[in-house]
């Protein structure tokens, strides 16, 4: 991924208080920067935990806040409760923190030393009733909660943390994040329409609209050179079909995509933007809609999506950075039509053009293919499946008077036959928890036709998205049961009403 998250940190706190002396508070920290350097070695966590505080006053954790709001580096606070810790002493801080915090609730031994143990080791370690107190003042204070329990050496404890770290990066690289926006809504279009100004007061993200023209001034203006680089480029990367190679009959709808490509990019770039979205309504000027661009900007990290969608081109770019670092990539895509076997149900899952190669199986083929709909040139694009495992889509719909994460986990499957009339990219799976339930919790969740789709995160990942985000989290997974997932609709409409965290 080109166009990398910030640069972001954790701070690891650990609190206490003076009752135990110097020594036992040396200890402490100590035993607090092992556990730093254990869990930053253990090679699951996509950016470091710095020991920055062991708090032990009311002023000196209202401080530790203080920094930790202004510091834009720092993406969240990791606290632990070696010893016991009066929570009274953090309610200054904790009522002004604006960052996300993760409640650790581990211990420094995993074994007790059952034929040593004595008091001086009780009162060492005690977080499992020194973090039950910190836990009752973050309920008592209502605030945002994510709490990882287990022993910081084990795999599934730093796998959840890393969980957590991976959405709060997200979250930070929101904040201030621009998105562009060329052309408006696709016509009529309902749930690609949203509220810009609550989105930007939850969210922190800015949507710049811009006529095509605009973006055409700049596309006019790549040089010859930048279009054989990138040619070049494209040669090395995929399987080009001949007619588009240097020398075939349609080398110069390449070049024109190529040149399309390096104007959104100069565009983006200068703008500072993290994503954009088209509408193949609006093209005046550009001879082709963008289909190969899209798909190689969502490559380098952009957030795309398609038909003027702007919360989900913000929602792809927070889930890119959210995968940052692993294997599986992250795409743009659309529940488009259905394999409807009795007991072997499937969902293909493709766009007209702009689905994201970094989810290929294999190395993709550069195609050129008519356009169904928009009457316009014949647009290239890439072509490709996706490999099999679980994986996830998600959708970010506003509902008046909240925005809900609505998220399905499913079980993506290698494609049952071979697709040698399909011009586009596309992915295979089946709706968890079964065909049917998925589809139609989906349906009355009210949850969009276009969604982000990645196999590099679990839904957990966004569950604390969007609990730092205050927003409402919906998840149909394997324990989905379509009867109470539509009393939970009934009750959260209730509860955003009736409580201050909707728009
Ligand atoms: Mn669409």
Not at 9 to 38: A, C, D, K, M, N
Not at 107 to 125: K, S, V, Y
Not at 169 to 189: I, S
Not at 235 to 250: C, H, I, Q, S, T
Request: aromatic share 10%.
């Amino acid at each position: 991924m080109k166009l990398l998250p910030k640069a972001q940190e954790f701070w690891f706190i650990t609190g206490s208080q003076h009752l135990y002396g110097p020594e036992t508070l040396r200890q402490v920290s100590h035993h607090s920067q092992q556990i730093i350097e254990g869990l930053n070695n253990g090679g699951r966590l996509p950016v470091n935990l710095v020991f920055k505080a062991l708090l032990t006053t009311p002023d000196a954790i209202r401080e530790l806040v203080r920094e930790a709001n202004n510091n834009p580096q720092c993406a969240g606070l990791v606290a632990w409760m070696h010893t016991f810790s009066p929570a009274k002493m953090w309610i200054g801080g904790l009522t002004h923190l604006q960052k996300p915090m993760l409640h650790l609730h581990t211990q420094f031994n995993r074994d007790l030393p059952w034929d040593t143990i004595d008091m001086d080791f009780m009162n060492l370690n005690q977080a499992a009733h020194g973090d039950r107190e910190f836990g009752f003042m973050n309920a008592r204070l209502r605030r945002p909660q994510a709490v990882v329990a287990g022993h910081w050496e084990n795999a599934e404890t730093q796998t959840r943390l890393a969980g957590w770290m991976r959405a709060a990066t997200a979250w930070q690289e929101w904040k201030g994040a621009r998105f562009a926006r060329f052309g408006d809504n696709m016509r009529q279009v309902a749930v690609t329409e949203g509220d810009k100004v609550a989105a930007e007061a939850r969210f922190g993200f800015t949507v710049d609209g811009y006529g095509v023209g605009d973006l055409v001034e700049v596309v006019n203006q790549v040089a010859d050179a930048e279009v054989d680089r990138i040619c070049a480029e494209y040669e090395e990367l995929y399987n080009v079909v001949p007619a588009l190679r240097k020398g075939g009959d349609r080398h110069a709808s390449l070049r024109t995509e190529a040149r399309v490509e390096a104007g959104i990019r100069q565009f983006l770039q200068s703008g500072n933007y993290s994503g954009f979205t088209t509408t193949f309504e609006d093209l005046h000027g550009l001879d082709q809609l963008p289909g190969l661009a899209p798909q190689r900007l969502m490559a380098e990290g952009y957030g795309f999506a398609a038909e003027g969608d702007w919360k989900t081109a913000a929602l792809l770019r927070a889930m890119k950075v959210m995968a940052h670092g692993l294997p599986e990539g992250v795409s743009f895509m659309e529940d488009y039509t259905y394999h409807m076997e009795p007991g072997n149900e499937m969902v293909l899952g493709s766009h007209m053009l702009e689905i994201c190669p970094s989810i290929a199986k294999g190395k993709p083929s550069l195609e050129i293919h008519p356009l169904g709909i928009g009457g316009k040139s014949d647009p290239v694009r890439l072509v490709f499946e996706s490999p099999a495992g679980r994986g996830l889509n998600a959708s970010l719909v506003d509902m008046g008077n909240r925005f809900r994460l609505l998220v399905n986990a499913v079980d993506a499957v290698e494609t049952p036959a071979p697709l040698p009339n399909l011009p586009v990219a596309s992915a295979v799976w089946k709706p968890l928890p079964d065909f049917r339930t998925g589809l139609e919790a989906w349906i009355l969740a009210g949850g969009a036709h276009h969604t982000g789709y990645t196999r590099a995160i679990d839904p957990t990942v966004l569950e604390h998205f969007a609990e730092m985000a205050g927003i409402e989290y919906l998840l149909i997974g394997e324990d989905t049961r379509l009867a109470e997932f539509r009393d939970k609709t009934r009750w959260n409409d209730l509860y955003y009403t009736l409580s201050s965290r909707g728009h």
